[in-house]
């Protein structure tokens, strides 16, 4: 009789994994900024779900709480990056890796100014508007409460807006970054 449940839980987490993977990796792509890492912090998160499968598909949003691996799993790799940054720096000195006057999609842009925001700013605003999921399920996703969803949203769309000047308006970033997270799904 075991085995009958065992071979359950196995059928209903490989149908998750079909449903989520893909959106999955493209949370971890939007958050890390590396696409290398995408695939492997999206599977080594449907390996923690497994492990704990049985807790994972008896809670109410199974989604959200994998949302919530992905980005706890994003945010030790750029930690992670951040010190080895450091540790780099020591020894040798920085350069400026900006092109003058680069001629790049806005895309690439958005991108790129996502990846100057905070963790939690730039996981609320990828969240809500390239996942377009509402306050509540992203609040499940990272922990916290709607309040600093809202907050850590609209700080982090200002954000976006100042680093990327006048030419963005709010519903130009908004289409970009879902833009971005649709062509990154077109990519895989």
């Given at each position: 009789m075991g085995t009958v449940v065992d071979d359950a839980a196995s059928e209903e987490f490989h149908a998750f994994f079909e449903r989520h993977y893909a959106e999955l990796s493209r949370l971890a792509l939007l958050l890390t900024g590396e696409p290398d890492a995408a695939d492997d912090l999206a599977a080594d998160a449907l390996l923690a779900l497994w492990d704990r499968w049985d807790r994972v598909r008896a809670a109410d949003h199974p989604a959200a709480y994998a949302r919530g691996v992905v980005a706890n799993l994003a945010r030790s790799r750029i930690r992670s990056a951040v010190r080895e940054r450091r540790r780099v720096a020591l020894f040798w000195s920085p350069r400026?890796?900006?092109?003058?006057?680069?001629?790049?999609?806005?895309?690439?842009?958005?991108?790129?100014?996502l990846r100057r925001l905070p963790f939690r700013k730039r996981a609320c605003v990828v969240l809500r508007h390239a996942f377009d999921?509402?306050?509540?399920?992203?609040?499940?996703?990272?922990?916290?409460?709607?309040?600093?969803?809202?907050?850590?949203?609209?700080?982090?769309m200002a954000e976006l807006q100042r680093l990327l000047g006048d030419r963005e308006s709010a519903r130009t970033v908004h289409a970009v970054v879902a833009g971005g997270a649709r062509a990154a799904e077109g990519n895989r």
């Open positions: 400026d890796e900006r092109a003058e006057d680069p001629d790049v999609p806005g895309v690439v842009d958005v991108q790129a100014a999921l509402s306050e509540k399920d992203t609040a499940l996703a990272l922990g916290v409460s709607v309040g600093t969803v809202k907050s850590q949203t609209s700080k982090g």
